[in-house]
């Protein structure tokens, strides 16, 4: 039974518009949350992560908000820019290394 | 700077053939991960070494095997390859305690 959930499979934006991914988990044991992205044909990289003690994290254009009371965590893409076009994966770790992924959410960033 | 090294890129197996998929680092990390992604999965692990000479089991470990053959390397070996384990897999290392993972190019192996 999977853990971390990303509902939408998809999302297509406007460039200059703000996309949204949302993701949501089951296990309350979850204390470190990450974000990575992947292009075709490569591997994932890290994006932006925040730990439990926190509620935002903010890296340039990219914001994740934590709201462990829900379960729930959302990542901010502001402005949305043709190259954000990927498959972004939402991703939990009990106090270690042992990531549970989501399912993934294709962005597609329109000109 | 290579990152995390992962071979073949491609591979096409019968069903009952085994295999090895070699992964390097070269970034000193002591944790190494193995990842296999499915369609509507995710990411699911398979097997981690935490260091040199210690490997454990993930999520999905049945019908795989794993060597960390030294700090740089760490294998996945299937014995006897199932059209199940179609996958693309990804190799992965970081730095210990860190969850912030570097993933290679993955190996998109195909068993008929």
């Known amino acids: 039974d999977q853990q971390v959930k990303q509902n939408s499979p998809s999302l297509s934006v406007q460039e200059g518009r703000i996309s949204i991914l949302n993701c949501d988990y089951t296990n309350s044991m979850f204390d470190y949350f990450l974000w990575y992205k992947k292009y075709p044909a490569e591997g994932p990289t890290f994006l932006i992560s925040i730990s439990s003690i926190k509620d935002k994290n903010e890296d340039g254009r990219f914001t994740v908000f934590l709201n462990k009371s829900a379960k729930h965590l959302s990542l901010h893409i502001v402005p949305s820019q043709p190259g954000d076009s990927a498959v972004y994966f939402c991703a939990a770790s009990i106090n270690d290394y042992k990531l549970s992924f989501g399912a993934g959410t294709t962005v597609t960033v329109r000109a | 700077n290579a990152g995390v090294t992962q071979t073949p890129k491609f591979q096409v197996l019968k069903t009952g053939q085994s295999m090895t998929l070699q992964c390097a680092q070269d970034?000193?990390?002591?944790?190494m991960y193995w990842y296999r992604q499915d369609p509507g999965m995710g990411l699911r692990l398979i097997y981690y070494?935490?260091?040199?000479?210690?490997?454990d089991k993930g999520e999905v470990p049945n019908g795989y095997n794993v060597s960390r053959l030294n700090k740089r390397e760490f294998s996945l070996r299937l014995e006897s390859a199932a059209p199940s384990q179609t996958s693309v897999y990804f190799c992965a290392s970081s730095k210990t305690g860190s969850t912030e993972a570097f993933f290679g190019q993955g190996t998109r192996l195909t068993v008929v």
């Open positions: 970034m000193n990390h002591n944790s």
């Open positions: 070494s935490a260091s040199e000479g210690t490997t």
